[in-house]
C-alpha cells in the first residue's frame, strides 16, 4: 500500500516525533517523584543519555517506544513503504540499545527497561504494579530489570 503523504510531508512529520519527554516517560517519572524519587533527565554523560537516571541507586530508566526500538507487540509492525530503509534504522536501535546496557553495566550502573506498550492506554492498577516494581527494583539489588508484557523480570548478576 503507498503512503497516503508526500515524501515532504511524510518526512516533515516523522522529525516531529520527539525523542526526550515522550507522554510514557512523562507518567514514569510523575509517579517515580510522587513516591518520593529524586532523579535526572537524560544525562548526556552517561551512554546513550537515559531517560530517568537514579544517581542515588545507580539505576537508570530507558523508557522505550516499540516502533523505534523493535518490540514485537501489538504497537510495532514493519512499515510497508521503504522497507530497506527502516529494517537498517529499526536493527541499528536495538543494536545500540544493546550496546548502551553493555556500556552501562561496565559503568556499574543498574538498567530498567520499560516499553511503551506497558504503559500505554494502561489503567491505574497496571501503572501502579509497574511502579511498585520499579521501586522494588530500586531497593533490591538487581542488575537489570524488564518489564514485557504485564510480567517482571528481574535479572541478578
Known sequence: MADIVDVRTRSRMMSGIKGKNTKPEVVIRQRLHARGYRFR????????????VLPKYQAVVMV???FWHGHQCRLFKWPKTRPDFWRTKIEGNIHRDRKKMS???????RVCVLWECE???AGEERLNKVIESIAEWLIGGDSYLFIPHGRTQAIHD
Do not use: F, T, V, Y
Not at 533527565?41 to 530517568?52: F, Q, V, Y
Not at 556500556?103 to 550502573?109: A, G, I, K, T, V
Open 41 to 52: 533527565l537524560h544525562r548526556k554523560d552517561l551512554p546513550g543519555s537515559p531517560d530517568i
Open 103 to 109: 556500556e552501562l553495566q561496565r559503568l556499574s550502573w
Open 119 to 121: 504503559i500505554k492506554g
Open 64 to 66: 522505550n517506544g516499540c
